[in-house]
């Protein structure tokens, strides 16, 4: 099994080794970049399974970096960035990065979110059939089971969910989802991702008031967690 290569886009010297250190622990082969324009050379040019990008860059802002990258490559990306605010991690996400990291952030959080990252393309790549908890989805039948029994899901209840474990481990900004689940008439009505999501955990969740796999990131969007199975 070939060693996944992980480019590291940080204009901190000190903070961009701290991260490579903390990714080669992993046994990950960890180039660096120290700006946008030799971001986008290393990840041209090596082809990696991840990309982590800080936002703050000396020649561009690292959503511009999001947006040109996604024309190409759907690459998992993951942000690590001292900007906390919603908006710029909607902004982040919906243009297309993964995952959100503020700093200060510790390094077992950014390996586990690494290795959610990776895991997420192996599991999903070519996979119809996907399995968490008591359920089972077969994404080519359209049919969705709990213990083995047909389990009862609206056509819009199935879009939400079909596209939420497309994307595990990965955050979905509301917008995302309205966009891709209701279409784009829809791009303001966020009340609709909130009434379908309480519906569809009451259905798939043991615990509806304590999700394990249809996660609530508080005033973002949502996250299907896969796990490690």
Known sequence: MSVPIIIVIEDEPKIRRFIKMTLEMEGYQVHEANSMQRGLIETGTRQPELIVLDLGLPDGDGVDFIRDVRTWS????????ARTTEIDKVEALDAGADDYLTKPFGSAELQARV??????NSHIDGITVIEFGKIRV?????IVEHT?????????EYRLLSYLISHPDSVLTHSQLLKNVWGPSH??????VRVYMRSLRKKIEEDPSQPKYLITETGVGYRFVLGTA
């Open 138 to 142: 077969d994404l080519g039948r359209r």
């Open 74 to 81: 759907s690459i998992p990306i993951i942000v690590l960035s």
């Open 115 to 120: 290795r959610a990252q990776l895991r997420r």
């Open 187 to 192: 791009a303001n009505d966020s009340h609709y």
């Open 148 to 156: 083995g029994e047909p389990l009862h899901l609206t056509p819009t």
